[in-house]
C-alpha cells in the first residue's frame, strides 16, 4: 500500500511576516538593491531618494522579517540580503499550492445545510 507524502503545514505567521516584508515596493527595491551584495544606508538612500526616518523604517520591517541583516561600521550601517531567506519564501509560497489531487470546485450542497 502507497503511503502518500505530505508537505509540512505552512507556519502562517512566518509566512505573514514575510509576505508582509515583501509587499512594499520600497521594500522590493531594497531588496533588487542588495542583490550584488552588501550595500551602506546611504547608498540606498541616494539610489532610492528616501528621507533616512522612511528607509529606517522600510529597513527595520525587513530585517524583523529576518529578510535583511545590518553591520555597524562607525557610523554607518551596511544591509545585505541573509542568505536562505528568499528560499523561504519560496518554500513557503509552494507549501501552499493545492494539494495534488484536489478537486478544483467543491460541491455546494455537502456543506452549509
Do not use: N
Request: hydrophobic share 40%; aromatic share 4%.
Amino acid at each position: 500500500m502507497a503511503t502518500a507524502v505530505r508537505t509540512a503545514t505552512p507556519d502562517l505567521a512566518r509566512a505573514e511576516a514575510l509576505f508582509h516584508a515583501l509587499s512594499d515596493a520600497t521594500r522590493l527595491s531594497i531588496l533588487e538593491m542588495l542583490r550584488d551584495g552588501e550595500r551602506c544606508v546611504c547608498e540606498l538612500q541616494d539610489e532610492l531618494d528616501a528621507a533616512q526616518s522612511r528607509l529606517s523604517f522600510h529597513l527595520r520591517v525587513l530585517k524583523e522579517a529576518g529578510l535583511v541583516t545590518d553591520r555597524r561600521d562607525g557610523r554607518w550601517s551596511h544591509y545585505r540580503i541573509v542568505p536562505g531567506a528568499l528560499r523561504e519564501v519560496h518554500d513557503l509560497a509552494v507549501a501552499m499550492q493545492p494539494r495534488k489531487g484536489a478537486l478544483p470546485v467543491r460541491d455546494s450542497r455537502s456543506c452549509c445545510l
